[in-house]
Each structure stands twice: as C-alpha cells, then as structure tokens.
C-alpha cells in the first residue's frame, strides 16, 4: 500500500508540475502575441527568412496558442486525461512554433522550447495504470 501511495503522490506531483508550467506558458505566449500585436516594431526579422510572416500575425499565432495552452493547463489541473493529451500536442505546437520564431526573439523562444519540453516530460512520464489510484 505504501509503494501505491508513494507512486500516486509522484504521479500527482508530474500532473501538477506539468498543468502549472502549461499555465505559465500560455501567460508567457499571450503576452508575446500581444506585444507582437500592439507594438509592431518590437520584433525585428531580416528579409529572407522563409517563415518571415508579418509580425502581426506571428501575434495573433502566439495569442491563439497560448490561450489554448493556458486551458490545457487547466484541464490538466483539473486531472482530466483528455487535458494530458491536449497538453502533449499543444507543448509540441508551442515548442513547433517558438523553434520556426527563433530568428525574432531566439533567448525568448529557446526558454519556451525548454518549458515546453519539461511539460512533455511531465505529462509523459507515467501511464494510465500509474495514474489510477486504487
């Protein structure tokens, strides 16, 4: 009985771990896209990069995402399963996406990545029978 207990309280612990850091994400995303929306000149990109989009757009991108990051947190939180897969995706999506705006903030985004990789870690790390306390 000890050894469940002890794995519930890790389990437990990774869930929250993994939700918390979702949240702070998605907070971090949506003030990135907002910046990106409101203060067009703050991010600045050469010319011939082949994801170049307009810097209002990269805004509303980070803004979407991380709202939905931000949910998924929640969900997670909240200990629902399907919140865990969300998060798993929406970590991919935002590390995905922070990898393609390395070149208009690179330390922003490459702290991003490395959260977002943690959270996959996270909600990775156990599995279904883990998570089922008897």
């Given at each position: 009985?000890?050894?469940?207990?002890?794995?519930?309280?890790?389990?437990?612990?990774?869930?929250?771990?993994?939700?918390?850091?979702?949240?702070?994400?998605?907070?971090?995303?949506?003030?990135?896209?907002?910046?990106?929306?409101?203060?067009?000149?703050?991010?600045?990109?050469?010319?011939?990069?082949?994801?170049?989009?307009?810097v209002t757009?990269?805004?509303?991108?980070?803004?979407?995402?991380?709202?939905?990051?931000?949910?998924?947190?929640?969900a997670v939180l909240a200990g629902q399963l399907w919140g865990r897969v969300l998060g798993i995706v929406l970590a991919s999506l935002s590390a995905i996406a922070n990898f393609v705006f390395l070149p208009y903030y690179p330390l922003w985004s490459m702290l991003i990545i490395a959260a977002d990789v943690a959270v996959i870690w996270a909600l990775t790390r156990y599995g279904r029978d883990e998570a089922v306390v008897r």
């Open positions: 009985m000890e050894t469940l207990q002890r794995q519930s309280r890790w389990v437990t612990g990774f869930a929250v771990f993994g939700g918390s850091m979702m949240l702070v994400i998605g907070i971090f995303q949506m003030v990135v896209g907002l910046t990106a929306i409101l203060e067009r000149t703050f991010y600045v990109l050469a010319d011939n990069y082949i994801f170049g989009f307009n757009t990269w805004g509303w991108i980070h803004l979407a995402l991380g709202v939905l990051v931000a949910i998924g947190g929640g």
